[in-house]
Structure formats: structure tokens, C-alpha cells
T-cell receptor, first 115, second 114 residues
Framework: NAGVTQTPKFRVLKTGQSMTLLCAQDMNHEYMYWYRQDPGMGLRLIHYSVGEGTTAKGEVPDGYNVSRLKKQNFLLGLESAAPSQTSVYFC??????????????FGPGTRLTVL | GDSVTQMEGPVTLSEEAFLTINCTYTATGYPSLFWYVQYPGEGLQLLLKATKADDKGSNKGFEATYRKETTSFHLEKGSVQVSDSAVYFCALIGPGTSYDKVIFGPGTSLSVIP
């Protein structure tokens, strides 16, 4: 049982390049999330999904797209990377039910640098 | 909107010292409150939580009490260890949200030295 895994762990991009971050979970969770973590700002929600085939915008969605074609995978895409997207990206998942009693499980993160 | 404020640190303590990390919040109604911990190179893990006023969450020697009157959820531990070195995030989930948006504080970095 690997929990939540993220690929890759590190990446350096040039401005304008594109890339996809992969999140996979083996806990059969319905809900999945993408966050970015920046110094002094905590975690901010980019996009989330409440089930296979669904996606929705979070707090800071601009410049990102997501897809949830399979229940266990949640992909985060950057179509044209910008230096402002330099950050650490975390994926999380949780089961259905009251979020106060069904915690989110986080992956180890992807450190992205955009030059 | 809902928000969480916490001391940013960094906080440096000697082993066996007493730890307090302050957290205050702004929210409508009665949110659920959480402390998450992030060890170096890892993702966040839930440390403890409290879902109603006066509840005390506890785990691994850490405690926090949900104080509605002071809108606070301070994290405490009586005797810290080197292995407690991490970043600690206070967070809340407000009631009545259409999705479970977790509001995180900025995080407090703790270093414990032998």
C-alpha cells in the first residue's frame, strides 16, 4: 500500500515549456486535490476532483489544467510555464464523508522550478 | 472570508523544552480545527484535530484545545525531541462549505537541537 505517490519529485522548466504532474493513489479514494505550497503562504488549492471524470477549480486555478480519467490518477498540467509557478506541488486524496472526520492524505510533493 | 494566523518562526528549542505554537482563526460559525505536520522532504500528515468548542485533540504528546471564546487552537508539547523538528500547519474547515476547502496557516518551522 503506497498511499499517495507523485511523479516526478523534481523538475526544472524554462518559461513557456509545458509539463504534466502525475498523482496516483491506491486507497480507492473519491476525492483528490492539487495544492501549491509557497513560503509564508501555507497551502493553496489549485484544482480538485470529487470523483472519476470530474474536476473543479480551487483558489488559484489560473495557468493550470487537470484531468481525472481514472479514479486512482489525478493529473496537473502546465501548458505554458511561468516563473510565478515555481513552487512545491502537493497532491492529496481522501475518502467520501464529512471532511472533518475523513482526513486528506498527502503525497511527498513535486518541487518545480521555472526559469 | 475564513483565515488562519499562526506564528511563522522559525522556532528553535533545546531538546526537552516546552513548546507552544500559537494559532488563531477567523471563521463564521463553528469550524473544525486541525494541526498538520510536515517532516523534511515529506508531505503533510494530520497530527490532531478538534471538531467542536472545548474539544482537546492529542497525538504523539502534542495537544491543542479548541477555544471558541478566544478563537484559538494553540499547539503544545511538554518535552520536545529532535525528531519533532518539522513544519507545523494550523488549518480549519468551515461549516457549510460546498466542498471541503481546507484553509491553511502559513506554517511554523520548528528546529529542536540536542
Amino acid at each position: 500500500n503506497a498511499g499517495v505517490t507523485q511523479t516526478p519529485k523534481f523538475r526544472v522548466l524554462k518559461t513557456g515549456q509545458s509539463m504534466t504532474l502525475l498523482c496516483a493513489q491506491d486507497m480507492n479514494h473519491e476525492y483528490m486535490y492539487w495544492y501549491r505550497q509557497d513560503p509564508g503562504m501555507g497551502l493553496r488549492l489549485i484544482h480538485y476532483s470529487v470523483g472519476e471524470g470530474t474536476t473543479a477549480k480551487g483558489e488559484v486555478p489560473d495557468g493550470y489544467n487537470v484531468s481525472r480519467l481514472k479514479k486512482q490518477n489525478f493529473l496537473l498540467g502546465l501548458e505554458s510555464a511561468a516563473p510565478s509557478q515555481t513552487s512545491v506541488y502537493f497532491c492529496a486524496s481522501r475518502p467520501t464523508g464529512d471532511p472533518s472526520y475523513n482526513e486528506q492524505f498527502f503525497g511527498p510533493g513535486t518541487r518545480l522550478t521555472v526559469l | 472570508g475564513d483565515s488562519v494566523t499562526q506564528m511563522e518562526g522559525p522556532v528553535t528549542l533545546s531538546e526537552e523544552a516546552f513548546l507552544t505554537i500559537n494559532c488563531t482563526y477567523t471563521a463564521t460559525g463553528y469550524p473544525s480545527l486541525f494541526w498538520y505536520v510536515q517532516y523534511p522532504g515529506e508531505g503533510l500528515q494530520l497530527l490532531l484535530k478538534a471538531t467542536k468548542a472545548d474539544d482537546k485533540g492529542s497525538n504523539k504528546g502534542f495537544e491543542a484545545t479548541y477555544r471558541k471564546e478566544t478563537t484559538s487552537f494553540h499547539l503544545e508539547k511538554g518535552s520536545v525531541q529532535v525528531s519533532d523538528s518539522a513544519v507545523y500547519f494550523c488549518a480549519l474547515i468551515g461549516p457549510g462549505t460546498s466542498y471541503d476547502k481546507v484553509i491553511f496557516g502559513p506554517g511554523t518551522s520548528l528546529s529542536v537541537i540536542p
